[in-house]
């Protein structure tokens, strides 16, 4: 008798492989080819598996980029968490939800870092995060025609402090209380934030 298979879901002696050959396959075209440049069913095809696996392991391509970065951290969860109020305080929410979460994981983003900046490479997993999840989802926040490079801008804020206080550990942003950072630099991104807003 034949048991009848649910796409999009393998068998469970099968289903590791499967996640695995689908991760190795990502990080192989991410990285050649970049995330804008990769779709979902090059990756499938590389992999040899339906392209109905990677949402039903990882969402949608995305979340299949996060996965491929093993992080501590689901940046994905974290930044829809900070937009979902809106754009009033977003800047302290998104500061206090980042330091938060990557505190404990300081050695994890030094990591990041440095393997980025000595790859030179624009294709850089932690390049296309910020691009591909933190810059385009808040930009579904953001108005204005130029809602693009402040969404680029605040990134560029954000990832400057994480750089200063993980990676430099330069004092006293190293070692300043979550809720001193958020108080005196959350104004300063508030206004990228406002600034369609005030024209």
Do not use: C
Request: charge should be negative; avoid cysteine; glycine fraction near 6%.
């Amino acid at each position: 008798m034949t048991v009848k298979r649910t796409r999009g879901r393998p068998p469970a002696g099968d289903a590791a492989d499967r996640r695995a050959a689908i991760l190795d396959a990502a990080r192989a075209k991410f990285a050649a080819q970049g995330f804008s440049g990769t779709s979902m069913r090059a990756i499938a095809r590389e992999a040899g598996v339906d392209v109905s696996l990677i949402s039903h392991y990882f969402g949608d391509k995305a979340g299949l980029l996060v996965a491929t970065m093993e992080l501590p951290v689901n940046p994905i969860e974290k930044i829809a968490g900070v937009i979902e109020d809106g754009p009033d305080g977003m800047a302290e929410r998104l500061l206090r939800t980042f330091l938060t979460a990557w505190d404990p994981h300081r050695d994890v983003f030094s990591s990041m870092y440095r393997t980025t900046m000595s790859a030179q490479d624009s294709q850089a997993p932690m390049l296309q995060l910020a691009r591909e999840v933190l810059v385009s989802t808040l930009m579904e926040v953001l108005e204005g025609d130029d809602r693009e490079l402040r969404a680029t801008l605040i990134a560029s804020q954000l990832i400057g402090m994480a750089t200063l206080r993980y990676v430099v550990q330069m004092p006293p942003v190293a070692d300043a209380a979550i809720e001193d950072v958020v108080r005196l630099y959350g104004p300063a991104m508030q206004v990228l934030i406002d600034a369609a807003a005030d024209r």
